[in-house]
């Protein structure tokens, strides 16, 4: 009888892969809202045919990451109601995904990446290095979203923060929002080490509030809508 074996691995295809990279650059704000995203440069600037480039751009667009302008795409620029309706749905489902978690985190070596995340966080902050910082803040969230059983709910979460992400890029230079956002992850982890699920899904309720009220008083969307950004 043939030993079992183990199924070969199989790249990721190519579309999979212009997808997962534009998204990458999408996130990390080296792809600004309103620069055009056309398939012909894309497909030269990344070595490939225009086929898996176009079908990237419409998994983006399909996401809502990218919207169709004219023959190109780009990231869609935020007003203050596109954030509103971003934070609402986030307060919607991380909340309720990281209470399903706190079980579990109430075991020190399952929390153990959180806690290297925020320590991480802090090192980052105190050294005013914003990519360490942001590196860590995605890893925070990362540690404990690997933690949540139901995958539609993870890439929900997931989707939702990639669509403020460039906030995240253009105002984390700023020691004052990096202190509210810092704060925030503090309360969380502190929830998560009692296994308090109720308090840990309150602690990201309210550090969804700080930290999207720091973000458009750090841009100045406050200013299209002074009483929406404080809600």
Avoid: C
């Avoid at 990721?12 to 997808?19: E, I, K, P, W």
């Avoid at 109601?81 to 109430?106: F, G, H, N």
């Avoid at 503090?186 to 840990?200: P, S, T, V």
Wanted: glycine residues 4%.
């Amino acid at each position: 009888m043939v030993p079992t074996l183990k199924p070969v691995e199989r790249p990721l295809a190519l579309s999979d892969q212009v997808y997962q990279t534009l998204r990458a650059n999408v996130r990390n704000g080296k792809i600004l809202p309103g620069q055009a995203l056309q398939e012909v440069q894309l497909a030269a600037q990344l070595g490939v045919s225009r086929t898996p480039v176009r079908e990237a751009l419409t998994r983006l667009a399909s996401d809502g990451l990218v919207t169709a302008d004219g023959r190109s795409f780009v990231v869609p620029s935020l007003t203050i109601a596109d954030v509103d309706d971003i934070y609402e749905v986030r307060s919607l489902l991380e909340p309720e995904a990281l209470r399903r978690v706190a079980a579990q985190t109430a075991n020190p070596v399952v929390r153990a990446p959180i806690i290297n995340a925020l320590e991480a966080s802090i090192a980052a902050h105190k050294a005013g290095d914003n990519e360490a910082f942001m590196d860590a803040n995605a890893r925070f969230r990362s540690a404990w979203l690997a933690l949540v059983p139901n995958p539609r709910l993870v890439h929900a979460v997931e989707l939702y923060a990639d669509h403020v992400q460039h906030l995240r890029t253009l105002t984390l230079g700023s020691a004052k929002v990096r202190n509210v956002v810092l704060a925030g992850l503090k309360r969380i982890a502190k929830q998560l080490a009692a296994g308090d699920g109720d308090a840990a899904a309150q602690a990201m309720q309210d550090h969804l509030r700080e930290a999207k009220h720091a973000f458009v008083v750090a841009i100045g969307l406050d200013h299209q809508a002074p009483q929406a950004a404080t809600k």
